[in-house]
């Protein structure tokens, strides 16, 4: 069994991306069932040491090609690098974050190589598949566990035949967990110009401009969250006054979004930011599958609908039943009241 493989993306600051480590993370839980090694492939500039924030994450063996040409991201280089690596290393697994980078390099290493590569992963459990009709049975495979059809369903992806299974996975699905804080694997540095052409850069990168991030929704510690419900932008201003009032970041659903009650930075869900806050308050959200995705894993849900039998209620720890309109400020009045 051949090792799992994570291409891990290397920020402005040089350090490895969040949903990189997230992905290391559940990489060695993969290789660990697999009995396997869980290997890195970080491309980049002066990234020498980049050994010790990864290693305690539990990786074997990182692979480094470290160059000035390979910062910033550029797509040939950075492909052409990965796909001569893993036709030599031939890896079981490769993991990718659902980045844009991670969105622009995966699809050109599958096509490549020629295997399967699934999008946007929620969950990845290894098992086994039984065709009936071919009568083969597959053990030890990639489960690539997705929504599928709008979130109506759950699909789980094999790649039976082709190695290696790729996916992407989003920022925030997999949990960022330390295996070993004095793990110590093995560093192979790439002699970069045997895995590029002169071609490779022939796009050259003449100005960049980096808008930093105005809302960090992911950290934050209480969300309050608002969905169509909601029922106008005005009403959006209950959210952000009663967020204000108790040190939360606003959030909104894809529906809240498309409405124009809230910017897409502040979208949680399948196609948002996924988040575990410690306090979580839904204000009129129905709690369709897509959203949920993005936040079920918060310690205390607290919604308040009209409905009394919206989808969220169920996964909710407390349910207040009314209007946000009324409930929110009532809310607001206590809290001061009680907070001085």
């Known amino acids: ?25 559940k990489g060695r839980k993969l290789a660990d069932e697999l009995n396997t090694k869980l290997e890195a492939i970080a491309i980049g500039c002066d990234i020498k040491e980049i050994g010790d924030e990864i290693f305690p994450y539990g990786v074997d063996h990182i692979h480094i090609a470290d160059d000035k040409k390979l910062f910033p991201y550029s797509t040939l280089p950075h492909a052409s690098i990965v796909i001569k690596l893993f036709k030599e290393q031939k890896p079981e697994i490769a993991l990718f974050g659902a980045t844009s980078v991670g969105r622009d390099l995966a699809p050109r290493i599958a096509s490549a190589l020629r295997c399967g590569l699934t999008a946007d992963c929620t969950s990845l459990e290894i098992g086994s598949h039984e065709d009936a009709k071919a009568g083969k049975t597959y053990s030890q495979l990639l489960y690539q566990i997705r929504p599928a059809f709008g979130g109506n369903i759950i699909a789980t ?6 190695r290696p299974q790729m996916a992407t996975v989003r920022e925030g699905v997999m949990k ?5 804080i004095t793990y110590k694997g093995e560093i192979s540095k790439l002699d970069v110009s045997k895995y590029v052409k002169d071609e490779d850069f022939i796009v050259e990168v003449v100005e960049r401009h980096i808008e930093a991030q105005k809302v960090n929704i992911k950290g934050a510690q209480i969300i309050v969250s608002g969905g169509y419900g909601v029922g106008c932008k005005e009403n959006f201003k209950l959210l952000y006054d009663f967020a204000e009032a108790i040190g939360a970041e606003v959030g909104a659903t894809r529906a809240a979004v498309d409405a124009g009650f809230a ?78």
């Open 176 to 180: 960022k967990e330390i295996a070993d």
């Open 1 to 25: 069994m051949n090792s799992v493989f994570v291409y891990c993306e290397i920020t402005e600051e040089g350090r490895v991306a969040d949903v990189s480590l997230e992905l290391l993370s």
């Open 263 to 340: 910017p897409h930075e502040r979208q949680i869900g399948q196609t948002g930011v996924t988040v575990r806050p410690k306090l979580y308050i839904a204000c009129g959200i129905s709690g369709a599958v897509q959203h949920r995705a993005g936040m079920d894993e918060s310690s205390k849900i607290i919604s308040i609908n009209s409905d009394p039998n919206a989808p969220l209620n169920v996964i909710a720890d407390y349910v207040i039943v009314g209007d946000i309109a009324d409930v929110l400020p009532k809310m607001l009045t206590y809290y001061r009241k009680n907070s001085k």
């Open 157 to 162: 992806i094999i790649n039976p035949e082709t």
